[in-house]
């Protein structure tokens, strides 16, 4: 999403009546903070007018919410600065036309300082904020194209451009460049998240087709689960019946193993010799007895 902002916001700043203006404002903003007793006038102003006193801010180089900060600040201080400026700032001074192109300004950028602020910040989820970040962001530069606007230009031309990444808010289910307005990751975490399963920000005619979606993955994902637990099961029985004849084989060796160990003993080796001594004497005596009854 931050790449498709880049592209929607250089339609915003290198409009040439946007740097015009923000030319002057920077030279302003650096006169007030460098010129000697303009701080020291604004604050006495702030005191008598009983406002409070903002301190106004410049912009950094490739960070537009800096602009962004630059030209809130300095409007939160336009009547103080429109006090002095005949004064101390006589050299440059912004007419009223170019203040409300500044107000303008701050009215189109504030959504997409709000998603810029969001997912910096953010340590939960972010891709369920996708789709109503969209939405805030197109009714906006809806909005502010309307005729009655300063510049309907400016943010005509970056809804065009915003419209060729998000297409046109029918659906959330289209394709802008070949690529899908919202992954299937951000659909799913939109209706899943608590913050966001109201589906604000889905057109009502996607609604149902969301739900169906949700429950065409969560389908796919039990039968997955049984699928594995099914694996899991014949992997337990086929480690138990293993189990089981690899212990049966080391009984049947460890019994081969003691009766070689008792027929090779000292013990039994003497018990059969003893036995066959005997044997040998019971033998001899028969033949004798044999012998003498032939006789």
Same mark, same amino acid.
């Given at each position: ?11 915003? *700043? *290198? ?7 923000? #030319?002057? @404002? ?9 010129? %000697? ?11 008598? $007018? ?19 900060? +630059? ?5 939160? +201080? ?16 912004? !007419? ?21 602020? !969001?997912?910096?910040? /953010? ?8 789709? %109503?970040?969209?939405?805030? +962001? ?6 502010? !194209?309307?005729?009655?606007? %300063? ?21 959330? *289910?289209?394709?802008? /460049?070949?690529?899908?307005?919202? !992954?299937?990751?951000?659909? $799913?975490?939109? &209706? ?9 920000? @889905? ?15 969560? =389908?796919? *994902?039990?039968?997955?689960? /049984? ?11 086929? =480690? #138990?019946?293993?189990? &089981? ?10 019994? /081969? ?21 005997? &044997? ?9 007895? #044999?012998?003498?009854? #032939?006789?």
């Amino acid at each position: 999403i931050a790449y498709r902002l880049k592209h929607v916001l250089n339609s915003f *700043f *290198f409009n040439p009546s946007v740097e015009s203006l923000l #030319n002057i @404002v920077r030279k302003l903003v650096t006169c007030i903070k460098t010129c %000697p007793g303009t701080s020291k006038a604004l604050l006495g102003i702030c005191v008598t $007018l009983h406002c409070n006193r903002v301190e106004i801010l410049i912009d950094i180089s490739d960070c537009w919410w800096t602009t962004y900060s +630059m030209l809130s600040s300095l409007y939160s +201080m336009k009547i103080p600065i429109q006090s002095i400026s005949n004064v101390l700032l006589s050299d440059i001074i912004l !007419s009223p036309d170019q203040w409300r192109l500044v107000e303008y300004c701050i009215q189109i950028l504030d959504p997409f300082v709000v998603v810029q602020k !969001s997912f910096a910040k /953010e340590k939960y989820v972010t891709s369920s904020l996708c789709i %109503p970040f969209v939405h805030d +962001m197109r009714t906006n530069l809806i909005e502010l !194209s309307q005729a009655d606007k %300063p510049l309907p230009g400016i943010p005509a031309s970056m809804l065009k451009v915003f419209n060729t990444f998000w297409s046109n808010g029918d659906s959330i *289910f289209t394709y802008s /460049e070949g690529k899908p307005s919202f !992954s299937k990751e951000q659909i $799913l975490a939109t &209706s899943l998240d608590p913050r966001t399963f109201d589906l604000y920000g @889905v057109p009502l005619k996607d609604r149902s087709k969301v739900w169906d979606y949700l429950t065409s993955e969560l =389908s796919k *994902f039990t039968q997955a689960g /049984e699928e594995e637990r099914h694996a899991q099961q014949a992997m337990k029985e086929f =480690s #138990n019946d293993a189990t &089981s004849s690899s212990y049966d084989h080391q009984v049947e060796e460890n019994i /081969e193993s003691s009766l070689d160990k008792s027929l090779n003993s000292g013990t039994l080796k003497r018990r059969r010799s003893g036995f066959l001594d005997r &044997s040998a004497e019971v033998g001899a005596k028969l033949v004798a007895e #044999n012998s003498i009854g #032939n006789i």
